[in-house]
């Protein structure tokens, strides 16, 4: 595995033939949330892939930008896709925030994807935004000068998020250069959203149908137990996307790739290395 910041993006590579797939974080996340599927799909076999784990704008060793948008995230990262693998096709993956942005980058720059898996997501607004500014409001709210250690910051944060496993999630992005610590996550621009309010939960319905369906194939994946993907998102999705085929990973929910990574590592493997390698 090599880290890389060219092209802007700070990035993973994992593996040296095969097809290139990229990877795409959610929301708080970083590409290296994608490392144990990555290292799946380049395991001893002989379909193997090219890797590149991304952290979006605002996220992980990425730079931050001054608003979010999701039209800009999709641009940023055509761009570095383009940069690394100069006339080559990518398989794109995309969960959550990520599948947004990898839809985006399908619908805006066709050329540049063979192959789209959106994972637990739908192209639509989803106007439940709440949680995402509690979690801001909690990370905002450690005495980062009074941490001693990272066991400290999960004390200090256990009250506001009982779940240790949410909690551990969300400090991944707590770093410490020598005595002083701070968030490599960008809580202002994902707390206030951006030109005429938008915010992370959007969708730009306008911008997306304005361009041509994308028409290679694109796989939607969600998990059986995850709210986030329903029955009426269907004619949207296929609207847009009219290759798209869908699969549900049961006894998984919306962290589908973390909960049942040998499922979603075999499901990839199909759609987006052995049917890759054919293309």
């Known amino acids: 595995m090599t880290s890389a910041t060219k092209g802007r993006l700070h990035t993973l590579a994992v593996g040296t033939a095969g097809p290139r ?15 144990q599927i990555a290292r799946l799909l380049v395991g001893p076999t002989e379909d193997q892939a090219r890797c590149l784990l991304l952290d979006l704008p605002d996220h992980g060793r990425s730079p931050w930008t001054d608003h979010f948008s999701l039209q800009a995230y999709a641009a940023t990262v055509a761009a570095h896709l383009r940069a690394v693998g100069a006339g080559e096709r990518w398989a794109i993956v995309g969960h959550s925030l990520g599948g947004k942005v990898a839809m985006l ?22 106007d439940s935004h709440d949680w995402v500014l509690d979690y801001i409001d ?10 001693a250690d990272r066991a400290a910051a999960d004390q200090a944060l256990s009250v506001a998020v009982p779940q240790p496993s949410v909690r551990a999630f969300l400090l991944q992005n707590l770093r410490r250069h020598g005595h002083t610590w701070h968030w490599q996550v960008n809580l202002d621009v994902l707390a206030g959203g951006g030109p005429g309010g938008t915010t ?28 986030y993907i329903a029955e009426a998102d269907v004619p949207a999705m296929r609207a847009l996307f009219p290759r798209v085929r869908q699969v549900t990973v049961n006894d998984a929910g919306h962290w589908l790739h973390a909960e049942q990574p040998q499922i979603v590592a075999e499901i990839l493997r199909r759609f987006a290395v052995a049917q890759g390698r054919r293309h």
């Open 200 to 227: 992370v939960g959007d969708w730009p319905a306008a911008d997306a149908t304005a361009y041509r369906p994308f028409r290679r194939p694109v796989l939607w994946v969600g998990g059986a137990e995850s709210p």
């Open 105 to 126: 980058v399908a619908l805006s720059q066709p050329d540049l994807v063979e192959r789209l898996a959106v994972m637990d997501i739908a192209p639509r607004t989803y």
């Open 138 to 147: 909690a990370l905002r709210d450690l005495p980062l000068a009074d941490l």
């Open 21 to 35: 797939i990229a990877f795409l974080h959610g929301l708080f996340g970083q590409g290296r949330n994608w490392s």
